[in-house]
């Protein structure tokens, strides 16, 4: 996986150096144990017009990309598969992560380190979703111009810069 930008090189290094150290990646109690966990987000672009689907996160409090903590055993590209399942309805196919972030959550499950891999998945925003609204207050495909006009504070804090590396790629 390229890096988008020193900030991601620099959270893949730290992830790295992470992982060479621990055999512990795994949230094993909520919200917190252990501090520092892997994350899967994945995040439906609609294949017609680029629009991406983020939902309001209830704990968080953001607009995010929908998913969820990496279960024990579990390859990360398999709890986005289920996530976006469990969480949306929908069966998508996933590929390689697009990008990664070391982020210290914020709202209800603040003080914690997730380590994020963010899958891209096509799919047809015309598609039924079934959104978890026990996780999510709002579901919204977002285009790129409401995406340019929206408050930058109400996302997650490195959504831009994956925006940025998704139509890179």
Do not use: C
Request: proline residues 7%.
């Amino acid at each position: 996986m390229a890096t988008a930008d020193p900030v991601e090189a620099e959270h893949r290094a730290d992830t790295l150096a992470w992982l060479a150290g621990t055999t512990d990646v795994y949230r094993r109690i909520k919200p917190d144990t252990p501090a520092r966990h892997l994350v899967s987000y994945v995040v439906p672009v609609d294949r017609h017009d680029g629009s991406v689907l983020l939902v309001d996160h209830v704990n968080a409090g953001l607009w995010l990309p929908p998913g969820g903590h990496v279960e024990p055993g579990e390859d990360p590209a398999e709890t986005a598969r289920r996530e976006a399942f469990e969480e949306l309805g929908l069966e998508v196919v996933v590929g390689e992560p697009l990008f990664i972030t070391v982020t210290t959550t914020v709202g209800i499950d603040r003080g914690h380190t997730d380590v994020s891999l963010w899958y891209a998945v096509a799919v047809d925003k015309n598609q039924r979703l079934v959104a978890d609204d026990r996780e999510f207050t709002a579901t919204r495909w977002w285009s790129a111009q409401e995406l340019r006009n929206a408050d930058p504070d109400r996302f997650d804090p490195h959504f831009g810069r994956f925006l940025r590396k998704l139509q890179l790629s």
